[in-house]
């Protein structure tokens, strides 16, 4: 394996997703100092992210009761602006120049894994997506105090029902085990207790507006992780940063989502030290490590939205002009991934679990079904002889075998065939 | 959830283990296979169904004489007349009108309180506990998956419905295989072909893709022998297989649709001796009535359902159904008509072969641990049993020694 084209390829994947059409040679031609500076600064303005539109999104109000005539067309509503929301962010995530903030968003989604199920309504969906953005590489305390006070999150583990009545643990208990320190680096008391301080909220449903109605707040003292103060959502949050366990823990599923899932973290890495004050894009920076890039053992699978934002950014597709977004999220829901829908709070799995035989089915009919609607001048306008050889280059992989080479060499006279076996060819399934 | 254990967790949920590069059979072989070497007649089969996130047991098996489970959770707690009752202090829930059948046909088992040392009252963690059948250390295997290892190469063997696999069917050699729930499409042709080309192995393929390519392949090996059997009918029904959506890493809405196609293929003699079917939503913190009964209703349904559609096959006296979840919830209900995560709860084994009645003792609610009903079987006792008497397979070697059973396997 050619070391200088493992990194540049990976730089694509892990911090973008993926190189537009003539991206990767230019970056092999820069060398990987300059490309890895380059992906990694975000630019002050961003052409093809201007490009997409806002998407058109109301406050649908209340639901109309069970018999009402206005149910029906309330629902169409609601699955509309669900659709448009999803949409929009794809193609955000297709079309930007500068990939970063997107994947850093698609990260932090996964990350505190919200699911439009059972919010229904797409507006608080939107402005949680809005809030990660804005602190995608800030600071992880103002990213955290910023998501306590989301709506989405709220709603989602039920902080509108936890009152000084009867606390409800769902929030207090995912925002230290999935969000902030990692299971088992708190005890069953501390989750009561944390659940306690997060008492107060209350959420509009349809908007997503956060209010903090004191009658339902605990004023007492809590005792979190050995300290006692009548701690609110917001001092606890802070208390929850400041440990040692979320430097580790933020740095551990950086690592797990950019760099490997099947190696651990190694000891006393730079990405630690590079989050001690919460910076993320200091801790991005840092895994950005020509040692880690470099190394063959830390391959990873890409999920099927990360292949299929790669497969549009080659073939210059706009998710939302496929013809129909309702074909597109359908085959999404086949491959068991649809942005604002993870499976549950701990978000997406990983590697393998992309891998089963049923999901190598829907790959396929999926990349049939878009590659008739993309641009695969790339290699259509080479003559037939020189086909194979630029794939490589333009889908931004870092080596072909034989075995997908010969696999291409049989259907180099038929672009579009051509362009569905690379893209469906194990070496563009997985990040080398 | 920390890495290791969230690592080793979603290392599990794979497509197949991370050493499954085994030699497969070639594409006939295994499209032969079903309509080959049906399973031999009289062999026992386990149908495994999940109940992700959380089912509450108190509220599935209800101790409706106790006047604690009343005081404990006013506002969710069942009226004892509207319970199907099953003896004199404990009943059903009333949406579990089929399975009240069964138990009266002597078909069911309940065993009570089961879980595990020290709960976990995490999602991910208590649900890997429960499908690798280890409790005490994260391992990066499923009981049912360590059983696959010490069976003859088969990707027959165990197969889950929908597109990921749950880690309960990942061995460190072998794995089941995933069955998509959307209706077979496979490649023919020029396609059939190019695939072929491209899932051969290749000497630089790193770990990854090579099980890329390997799923590709196994792909052709397993849709190639299914495709034709769906086409059948479900089995004492004029039905066909409805067309439905793959499913996703928490749980399947759908546990008719894939018992109907387990039904079938099981009818149809698929040499398979596992199958995982799941079902998602049972995390029920707020308004848990409605939501739980309906969940519970599709269970006992799908179930029942299942059974009858089994007995018009020669394979129904086979048939052994698991239903288990990774937690129960706590007694006490909170302020928004639900439950937070607790700990035992009741696991289902229904089956001619099975004894009815109730095993284990029912925790006591006068006598909580931590607010929680205490562990009165241990999740090894049953899956020993399983292990045993199902998939007649010495358990101590597959669950690190475990010995304990639970007598509710019928001697015959």
């Known amino acids: 394996m050619d070391t200088n084209r493992l990194v540049t390829a990976r730089l694509f994947q892990r911090f973008g997703f993926g190189p537009k059409p003539g991206e990767f040679s230019a970056a092999l ?48 509503q609601m699955r509309e602006q669900n659709k448009a929301l999803t949409v929009w962010w794809l193609d955000r995530m297709a079309l930007s120049d500068h990939a970063l903030t997107e994947r850093m968003t698609w990260f932090w ?88 301080a997060l008492t107060g909220y209350q959420v509009t449903r349809s908007n997503g507006t956060v209010t903090f109605n004191s009658r339902r707040y605990d004023p007492n003292p809590k005792t979190i992780l050995g300290k006692t103060i ?73 999920s099927p939205v990360e292949w299929f934002i790669s497969s549009c950014r080659a073939l210059s597709i ?78 931004g992989v870092a080596e072909l075998s034989d075995r997908t080479t010969t696999a291409l060499q049989g259907a180099d006279g038929d672009p579009k065939r051509l362009t569905l076996l690379a893209l469906c060819s194990p070496e563009f399934i997985v990040s080398a | 959830m920390d890495t ?22 070639s594409l006939q072989d295994i499209a032969q296979a079903a309509i080959d070497r049906p399973l031999p007649a009289n062999t026992p089969i386990l149908v495994a169904v999940t109940l992700y996130g959380g089912n509450d047991g108190l509220n599935t098996l209800i101790p409706y004489t106790d006047s604690l489970y009343f005081s404990s959770r006013p506002d969710i707690s069942y009226p004892a007349e509207k319970l199907l009752q099953l003896d004199s202090s404990l009943a059903l829930n009333p949406a579990m009108t089929g399975i009240k059948t069964l138990w009266d046909e002597k078909k069911v088992a309940i065993i009570r309180g089961v879980g595990y040392p020290k709960p976990d ?17 994260h391992i990066s295997t499923g009981w049912l998956g360590r059983w696959i290892d010490t069976q003859p190469t088969d990707p027959m063997i165990a197969i889950s419905l929908g597109s990921v696999l749950p880690p309960l069917l990942a061995g460190a050699k072998k794995s089941g295989s995933a069955l998509p729930l959307g209706g077979l499409v496979i490649p023919t042709g020029q396609l059939a072909a190019d695939c072929a080309k491209l899932s051969t192995a290749s000497s630089s393929d790193s770990k ?109 006296r086979d048939v052994v159904v698991l239903v288990y979840s990774e937690f129960g919830r706590r007694v006490v209900g909170n302020a928004s008509q639900g439950t937070d995560h607790g700990s035992s709860g009741p696991v289902f084994v229904i089956g001619d072969k099975i004894k009815g009645g109730f095993y284990g003792d029912q925790p006591s609610l006068a006598k909580l641990v931590d607010g929680d009903l205490a562990v009165t079987t241990d999740f090894r006792s049953v899956y020993a049993t399983i292990l045993e008497k199902v998939l007649k397979s010495p358990p101590e070697r597959i669950l690190n020694g475990w010995k304990k059973k639970v007598p509710f396997y019928k001697a015959v």
């Open chain 1, 29 to 76: 031609q820069a060398g990987n100092t300059a490309t890895r500076t380059s992906l990694l600064t975000v630019p002050s303005f961003d052409n093809g992210a201007q490009r997409v539109a806002e998407p058109a999104l109301t406050d649908l109000g209340k639901r109309p009761e069970p018999n009402d005539p206005q149910q029906k067309i309330f629902g169409a």
């Open chain 1, 109 to 196: 989604h996964g990350h505190w894994a919200t699911a439009i199920d059972k919010l229904n309504f797409a507006l608080p969906m939107y402005m949680q997506n809005q809030t990660l953005r804005k602190h995608a590489l800030g600071n992880f305390r103002d990213q955290s105090l910023a998501m306590i006070n989301d709506g989405a999150l709220q709603i989602w583990l039920d902080g509108q029902e936890n009152t000084v009545r009867a606390p409800n643990e769902n929030l207090g208990r995912e925002l230290m085990e999935l969000f902030i320190l990692g299971v088992n680096r708190y005890t069953e008391t501390d989750v009561k207790e944390l659940a306690r």
């Open chain 1, 230 to 302: 009548a701690y609110d959502a917001t001092s606890a949050t802070n208390h929850l940063v400041d440990q040692t366990a979320c430097q580790l823990f933020i740095s551990e599923r950086l690592w797990y989502r950019f760099i490997s899932s099947r190696n651990p973290l190694p000891k006393q890495s730079g990405i630690q030290s590079a989050f001690g004050q919460r910076s993320i894009s200091a801790a991005v920076s840092a895994l950005a490590d020509f040692e880690y890039l470099s190394d063959t053992r830390y391959s990873q699978v890409k």
């Open chain 1, 318 to 395: 706009t998710p939302s002009q496929l013809t129909n977004p309702n074909n597109l999220l359908n085959y999404l829901n086949k491959l068991s991934q649809v942005p604002f829908s993870p499976p549950n709070v701990g978000g997406w799995p990983t590697d393998e679990a992309w891998l089963s035989s049923a999901s190598a089915q829907f790959r396929f009919a999926f990349a049939q079904w878009f590659i008739k609607q993309g641009d695969i001048s790339p290699v259509s306008n080479l003559a037939r002889k020189d086909r194979v050889a630029a794939i490589a280059d333009w889908l």
């Open chain 2, 4 to 25: 290791i254990s969230r690592r080793k967790f979603l290392t599990l949920t794979s497509g197949a283990a991370i050493g499954a590069m085994v030699p497969l059979l």
């Open chain 2, 121 to 137: 009252r995490s999602h991910f963690s208590s649900m890997a506990k429960w499908q690798t059948g280890n409790p005490l250390t």
């Open chain 2, 208 to 316: 990854l893709m090579a099980l890329a390519a390997n799923t590709m392949k196994n792909l052709f090996n397993i849709s190639d022998s299914i495709s034709p059997i769906l086409k059948k009918n479900v089995p004492g029904s004029a039905v066909e297989l409805p067309t439905i959506n793959g499913g996703n890493a928490g749980g399947d809405t759908n546990l008719s649709q894939q018992l109907d196609i387990v039904a079938k293929l099981i009818d149809a003699g698929a040499p398979t001796r596992v199958w995982s079917v799941s079902l998602g939503g049972f995390d029920t913190h707020a308004n848990e009535a409605n939501a739980q009964a309906a969940l519970l209703g599709v269970v006992s349904d799908s179930i029942s359902r299942f059974m009858t559609q089994l007995k018009s096959t020669t394979r129904s």
